[in-house]
């Protein structure tokens, strides 16, 4: 009786600290605003079977060898000791792929369900991610790490909601094309960019009791690399990756990826029945802004 209540006490502990680990990810604060629609992005990655999960290793495309081949030993990469083909090839073996971030998948196994990440740990992935690419080039300390901001990741939306759709178009009208836009029409990437509804209409984006949001220092970036059936763990990559290779380290749109302190993303299907189209990716960038510690050649 004695080691049957032992085996039972074992048993119950190991499934509460199955509970707590689960919770643990159910409960991370979501940053991504519920009107973002990602209905696309659930679906389209397994049309064909060519994907069987949002992880890396279910990544069809990709197969063991080309995940062995990006592997990182610790090495840290100094762009001022390579050239920029060098270097983008060193932190991006291919547009999907950066160096380490199968191994820092699954040190951290961020989806509780890789079929199916919710918002809030696709956001923290992506802080995860944004990290790891920065040990790469050596910035490890506390004060180089990327946090996740909240009026970054709603300001990211409403430009694309501004961008994309006349939402906002009645009761905010003003100059085709232009930072604030209006911009259905316009050819301006970055229409949207300064566009900021007022705290009424911000309320339903942001958590309760949030003080709303404002102009503030940053930067945005906005890339059509990825496309809208990658899977999570990678959809990011190609934003980063094609940037990279075009601009090298000390490229205007790479620098923040590297030395901003906050961000937020917004990711876009604007051809929701093309399986293969682009997604793009609006990416705010604020917060205080560190030296590199590279010197540009």
């Known amino acids: 009786m004695k080691q049957l209540i032992t085996y039972t006490v074992f048993y119950i502990t190991l499934v509460n600290l199955m509970l707590f ?13 519920p009107q973002a629609n990602w209905q696309t992005f659930a679906v389209k990655p397994f049309k064909g079977g060519t994907n069987t999960s949002h992880d890396p290793d279910g990544v069809g495309w990709i197969n063991k ?3 062995d081949d990006s592997k990182w030993d610790g090495t840290i ?6 050239t920029k083909k060098q270097f983008a090839a060193a932190i991006c073996p291919s547009v999907d792929r950066i160096r380490g971030i199968r191994e820092v998948f699954y040190k951290h196994k961020p989806f509780a369900d890789n079929k199916n990440p919710t918002k809030a740990e696709i956001d923290e ?7 790891h690419l920065r040990a790469l080039v050596g910035y490890t ?30 009761k ?8 604030a836009g209006p911009c259905v029409g316009s050819k301006n990437a970055h229409c949207g960019a300064t566009f900021i509804p007022n705290k009424s ?15 503030q220092q940053g930067a945005e970036g906005v890339f059509s690399g990825p496309k809208s059936n990658i899977p999570w763990s990678l959809k990011w990559s190609r934003a980063f990756c094609n940037t990279l290779m075009a601009e090298g380290f000390w490229g205007g749109h790479v620098g923040p990826w590297f ?7 917004s990711f876009w299907d604007n051809q929701p029945n093309n399986n293969n189209n682009n997604a793009i990716l609006r990416a705010k960038w604020t917060g205080k802004l560190m030296p590199s510690l590279y010197k540009k050649p």
């Open 21 to 33: 680990a689960a919770g643990d990810k159910n409960n991370l604060e979501q940053f991504t605003p």
């Open 259 to 265: 030395h901003r302190e906050k961000f937020g993303f």
């Open 201 to 215: 209409d911000q309320a339903a984006y942001l958590p309760k009791n949030h003080p709303g949001c404002n102009k």
């Open 172 to 179: 905010y009208p003003g100059k085709l094309g232009s930072a």
């Open 77 to 82: 990469y100094n762009p001022t000791k390579m």
């Open 125 to 131: 992935w992506h802080r995860i991610a944004i990290n």
């Open 141 to 170: 300390s506390e004060d180089r790490q990327v946090k996740k901001d909240q009026c970054m990741f709603a300001r990211a939306l409403w430009g694309d909601e501004r961008k994309f759709t006349k939402k906002w178009d009645k």
């Open 65 to 67: 060898k080309a995940w």
